[in-house]
């Protein structure tokens, strides 16, 4: 590179001494001619501006022999500076020059880049402009002649974040960097250092880890999908049999959030069918039997039934099945299953197919505009009760406890799975099964009725039994066991253990969760 800097300097010192050289030739050669027009240097240099700009004004021409032939040389040239000139014009517009001095202008703008354009990107980012009138989207790579004009404006230049932020300059806001494509962080030569450049980097991965730096920031669309779903459909109390088809990336995130969050009365016997390859997820989360009857229906507790046959063998089941969720990680093999189901099958609950795009009639999920928003994947709504709820714990002990930024996974989740029941705990004190949206209304509301009625023993210890369920299926799911003191290091926990078991102070602690909505409803606000 600089070896370039240098010959470019180098030829541009020489063209410069050649043009000093006619400009001198011109002038020494017809200010000697009495009758000449060209008198002095400045005279030269004029007449050198008209012609090779092509302008010929003709107030100056040269008379003598040796300024005919340095006028020929300027008429000559004139003709190649004006096609270089308009050469480099039409490649400075439609090359990466025009989107660079574009930047350059917007400076003040939010900036969001996504490396790549795709649907998952082009959906995020119309979301983006739609929510930030300040917003200006940047994808890092030239528009392809085969795919749609985006309905929104943005800039397409093949340029690293580097360069992106060496453009923006420290001015407004930092720059927000999108890796879409799932574990783009390890494969993207755009990704290269991105922990040292001032930006908020959003990465989609496939495991469930949260943060790798400082600025990077994970995101699964698995998990996002898992906890929409359950959000916008949340477990009525009629529902006893629910059938999971497929069972891959969304399969085992649908089927966590509902061992995690689907906690609704001390007597529920939910059984989850699921059919699809188990082997894998039965071998890591091999705690799940404390808290679940494990291929076999219990009438006492959930069960979780891991079907090896092919789901098209159970008509009984399907029939009487309160919910069907067919979450093949193959679309096109969705749809055939659930025309299948339609076609050829008798069911009386509700059928929900995911899939990328809405369709009329069918009851869809996690579809593109669901998933690919700010609020799943900046969480700036999402997470915003866990972070709260965090926030309430840290000011309500006498010790230093870690903020939201510096929990570990296994914490920022516990206080997810927490905020997500929050839902639930909702629905459950003011008996509204209707209700699928967290507001601080219905927060206080809820808190009201739970003032009301905790009075009652009975309840009180209703409440306290459901809170202890949602939290012992956390930790099982995550392979904690019982032990007289908490261990994280040997992930063992004194409450891990029947309800019966615990003592009175331990069972006083889960009222916490309880009487957190009355703290809660004011942040929501």
Sequence with gaps: MKIKKNLYLSLIIMLLFIYIGLLTI????????????????????????????????GDLVPVTPLGHVVGMVFLLLSAGIMVTMLGGLLSFITSEGMPFFLLSLQQKKNWYYFADYGVESNTLAANIYKEDANALIIY?????????????????????????????KNIGTKCKVFLMKENDIGINRRAINLNELPVEVYARTTNGQDKLSDNIHFFNSYECCARQYWRSKPLCSYENTIVLIGFGNYGHRILERAIM????????HVAYHIFGDSQEFLSVHHCLGDMFSINEESKQKDSLIFHREAWEKHHALLERADRII??????????????????????????????????PGISCFGTNEDIYTTQQIIRTDLNKAAIMINEIFRRSVSYSALDWERLDDLHRQSKIVAA???????????????ITKLTASAVKEAYIRYCETKSSEEVREMYRRLDHMRSYRFYAFYNWTYGLIRDDTQRQHPMLCPYEELSEEQRQERDAAWELMGRLYGELE
């Excluded at 020494?28 to 004004?57: H, K, P």
């Excluded at 997500?420 to 209707?434: A, Q, S």
């Design 326 to 359: 067919i979450c093949e990680d193959d679309e096109q093999k969705g749809w055939s299953i659930f025309w299948t189901l339609r076609k050829y099958y008798l069911l009386y609950g509700r059928i929900d197919l995911r899939n990328s795009w809405k369709a």
């Design 420 to 434: 997500d029941h929050l839902l639930m705990k909702t629905r459950i004190l003011l008996k509204d099964e209707t």
């Design 26 to 57: 011109l002038y020494c050669s017809e200010s000697a001619n009495d009758q000449a027009m060209i008198r002095t240097f400045g005279d030269a240099f004029w007449y050198s501006l008209v012609t090779l700009t092509t302008v010929g004004y």
């Design 261 to 268: 969050t689907n906690v609704i009365s001390v007597d529920q």
């Design 140 to 168: 890092g790579e030239k528009r392809s002649s085969q795919s749609e004009s985006p309905s929104y404006p943005c800039l397409f230049l093949s340029a690293s974040p580097d360069k992106i932020v060496a453009k923006k």
